[in-house]
Every structure is written in C-alpha cells, then in structure tokens.
T-cell receptor, first 116, second 113 residues
Framework: GAVVSQHPSRVICKSGTSVKIECRSLDFQATTMFWYRQFPKQSLMLMAT?????????EQGVEKDKFLINHASLTLSTLTVTSAHPEDSSFYICSARDAASLYEQYFGPGTRLTVT | RKEVEQDPGPFNVPEGATVAFNCTYS??????FFWYRQDCRKEPKLLMSVYSSGNEDGRFTAQLNRASQYISLLIRDSKLSDSATYLC??????????????FGRGTSLIVHP
C-alpha cells in the first residue's frame, strides 16, 4: 500500500525557535498534501492544503506566516512552525493524496511537537 | 452546525457485543466517505470506505444514507482490541472542483472483558 513518512517523529524545542517537519510520499506521487493538527482528546483539525508547485490554502484561523508550507515536489511537503510557543505544542499529521485519486489519502505517522 | 458530527462517547461495551456509531454531515454535495481508526497517540488508519450499497469487512459493516446525510459503522462480536477512537471522514466540495477531507471529532469505543 501507499506509504507516507514524516520526520521527525518527535521534537522538543525552546520557545521562539522554528521547527521544520517533512512529509514524504514514498511510493506514489502526491499532488496534494494535507496538514492537520490534533490537540489531546480532540479531532484532527485541517490546517492547510498543500498543492505541488502552488501556494498552500490555509484554513480559517491558521496563520500562514507562522505555519510556512512548501510543497516543492510531488513527493515532499514541509511545514515550518516559526517562532514556536508552548501553545503550538501538538500532534502534527500530514496526509498525501495520490495524484490518481480524488478522495483517498494516506497518513504519515505524525510528529509530536513540544515547545518548552 | 459543524460540517461533520459524531457522538464522542465513550461507548463502553462488553466483549462480544454489537455496537454502532453514526456520523452526520451537513453538505449534501459531499462525496466519498471513510471510517478511520485511531489508537492513542498514533496516526489514523483507514478502516474502510463507505458506500450507499453498504460495505462489509469481517465483523465491520459500513453504510451510507444519503437521504438522511449520515454514515454508520457497525461492529459485531466486539474484541478488546477494537478499543480505539473511530473517526469518520467526509470529503466536502471546495473551490475548483476539489474535495477537502473533513474529520469528525471521533467516537471513543472501550471494550471490556
């Protein structure tokens, strides 16, 4: 089946620093990747939709200057949390949609970010 | 009204029980529906797709009711290992003909001995 990797799996950083999270589709091409955030005991909240070669579309309430998304190739999208604060501590999950599919998506294993 | 709604539970059932979850959606133009399972602190895993004709996979049956705008998941003969959070996903139309996968908040299932 389709495999999506995410790196790092866990990161602890100090307040004010930036953190980059990578999402890769390993055996398929992903024209679209989605970035989600999940706080404890809550559902996945879509942050942004990342399309290869174009600007990401951010959901309402998500600051595009704080959460920088780059989708430079059909197999890689990155999310950079700039000037991280403790309230940014969360589980960040990416998913990738196969270029051949309108609906199916495959999830990465997630990145647990802790900002101290 | 939220776009996708689920009863968060928890549903607490004994082993061997049959349990059913529903998930309602507000946009009648939604396409393509899925059930995912999420274990604590892990990423969601696809459980099954949902079709109007119904979809059965072993002890799991999923159904779509377009008229009433909900999907359902039925689990028969519950196992301890079925304990997890079950998330429904509805693809909601967005601009440019694309569809955005939108999650419900999840329903927690606890199966006890």
């Amino acid at each position: 089946g389709a495999v999506v990797s995410q790196h790092p799996s866990r990161v602890i950083c100090k307040s004010g620093t930036s953190v980059k999270i990578e999402c890769r589709s390993l055996d398929f091409q992903a024209t679209t990747m989605f970035w989600y955030r999940q706080f404890p005991k809550q559902s996945l909240m879509l942050m942004a939709t990342s399309n290869e070669g174009s600007k990401a579309t951010y959901e309402q309430g998500v600051e595009k200057d704080k959460f920088l998304i780059n989708h430079a190739s059909l197999t890689l999208s990155t999310l950079t949390v700039t000037s991280a604060h403790p309230e940014d501590s969360s589980f960040y999950i990416c998913s990738a949609r196969d270029a051949a599919s309108l609906y199916e998506q495959y999830f990465g294993p997630g990145t647990r970010l802790t900002v101290t | 009204r939220k776009e996708v709604e689920q009863d968060p539970g928890p549903f607490n059932v004994p082993e061997g029980a049959t349990v059913a979850f529903n998930c309602t959606y507000s946009n009648s133009a939604s396409q393509s529906f899925f059930w995912y399972r999420q274990d604590c602190r892990k990423e969601p895993k696809l459980l099954m797709s949902v079709y109007s004709s119904g979809n059965e996979d072993g002890r799991f049956t999923a159904q779509l009711n377009r008229a009433s705008q909900y999907i359902s998941l039925l689990i028969r003969d519950s196992k301890l290992s079925d304990s997890a959070t079950y998330l429904c996903v509805v693809n909601i139309p967005a601009s440019g003909g694309s569809y955005i996968p939108t999650f419900g908040r999840g329903t927690s299932l606890i199966v006890h001995p």
